[in-house]
């Protein structure tokens, strides 16, 4: 079956830090890849995609790259705001499928 | 659009009595996701309906759970009786094959349910 495993958190970064969340998937087909930021008291949204190999899905200054070679979606993102602290969550969906896969989620507190 | 709909927001109740979420998904939208999120066991994902029929309940915890989709624009979600290990935040979400492979889901604010 599909799996998505996301770096352990909590994460916590100073403002102006470089951010890595590393993601890893296995999936029996060709999936669509997706990360998901939720803040306190909310659902989660949509941050960014990527549907095929090398593609790069990019918002908000975060961006990840389709690595189907290595099986990873990392999410980057060169400065971080303290107004960025959420919990972030690396999906996959089989293309031809309705469900989606999630990882764990990883929480990122960014301080002043 | 509005967005997925959720209500109550919150729902405090004592154990034993019978709960019930609502959602209305965004229009137009042909699957529908009812999801849990807590603490110790993150966001599982309960049960899932396309075109109003139910796919996949394999995530449902137990019989007191029960979900229903009536019409392409309500769905709602029971617990009957309800019980303290039952608090969450219960989340509901939509998305369209409609246009392409993307698939993306939309989340509504969720429910907190607190059960005393």
């Known amino acids: 079956g599909n799996s998505v495993t996301q770096m352990e958190g909590p994460v916590t970064l100073s403002e102006e830090a470089f951010l890595t969340i590393n993601c890893t998937y296995t999936a029996t087909g060709y999936p669509s890849l997706f990360w998901y930021v939720q803040y306190p008291g909310e659902g989660l949204q949509l941050l960014l995609k990527a549907t095929k190999a090398d593609d790069k899905g990019s918002n908000k200054g975060f961006e990840a790259t389709y690595r189907k070679e290595t099986t990873s979606f990392h999410l980057e993102k060169g400065s971080v705001q303290v107004s960025d602290s959420a919990v972030y969550f690396c999906a996959l969906i089989d293309t031809n499928a309705g469900k989606s896969t999630f990882g764990d989620g990883t929480t990122l507190t960014v301080k002043p | 659009d509005a967005g997925v709909i959720q209500s109550p927001r919150h729902e405090v109740t004592e154990m034993g009595q019978e709960v019930t979420l609502r959602c209305k998904p965004i229009s137009g939208h042909d699957y529908l996701f009812w999801y849990r999120q807590t603490m110790m066991r993150g966001l599982e994902l309960l049960i899932y309906?396309?075109?109003?029929?139910?796919?996949?309940d394999s995530g449902m915890p137990e019989d007191r759970f029960s979900a229903k989709m009536p019409n392409a624009s309500f769905s709602t979600l029971k617990i009957q009786p309800s019980e303290p290990r039952d608090s969450a935040v219960y989340f509901c979400?939509?998305?369209?094959?409609?246009?392409?492979?993307?698939?993306?889901?939309?989340f509504g604010p969720g429910t907190r349910l607190t059960v005393l």
């Open positions: 979400a939509s998305s369209s094959l409609a246009g392409g492979p993307y698939n993306e889901q939309f």
């Open positions: 309906f396309n075109n109003n029929v139910p796919i996949d």
